[in-house]
């Protein structure tokens, strides 16, 4: 979502109308992932696991172009061509 994904309109509607015009992130994608699991038996039989998590990645890249850049993104994805128009703002 912070990278790739946008629904884009025009006059009729949705552009992106099936999965394969709809840009996401595939596996090609994703830097190298070092998973740890975490015992937690008291969260019960089926624990706690969620993709709740990727809701912060938005914000956690947002803030990081942030803190290098001192510009704030105003929207979502953080395509290129979005952060050098706000570099060169």
Request: a negative charge.
């Given at each position: 979502?912070?990278?790739?994904?946008e629904?884009?309109f025009?006059e009729?509607?949705?552009?992106a109308?099936?999965?394969?015009?709809y840009p996401?992130?595939?596996?090609?994608?994703?830097?190298?992932?070092?998973?740890?699991?975490?015992?937690?038996?008291?969260?019960?039989?089926?624990?706690?696991?969620?993709?709740?998590?990727?809701?912060?990645?938005a914000?956690?890249?947002?803030?990081?172009?942030?803190?290098?850049?001192?510009?704030?993104?105003?929207r979502?994805?953080l395509?290129?061509?979005?952060?050098?128009?706000l570099?060169?703002?």
């Amino acid at each position: 979502m912070a990278l790739l994904e946008e629904v884009r309109f025009d006059e009729s509607g949705v552009v992106a109308s099936d999965w394969r015009s709809y840009p996401i992130a595939t596996m090609a994608d994703l830097p190298e992932i070092k998973v740890v699991l975490i015992n937690r038996p008291e969260v019960g039989k089926y624990g706690q696991g969620s993709e709740a998590a990727n809701a912060l990645a938005a914000p956690a890249i947002a803030g990081a172009l942030l803190d290098a850049t001192g510009k704030v993104a105003r929207r979502l994805p953080l395509k290129p061509d979005y952060i050098q128009g706000l570099l060169k703002a």
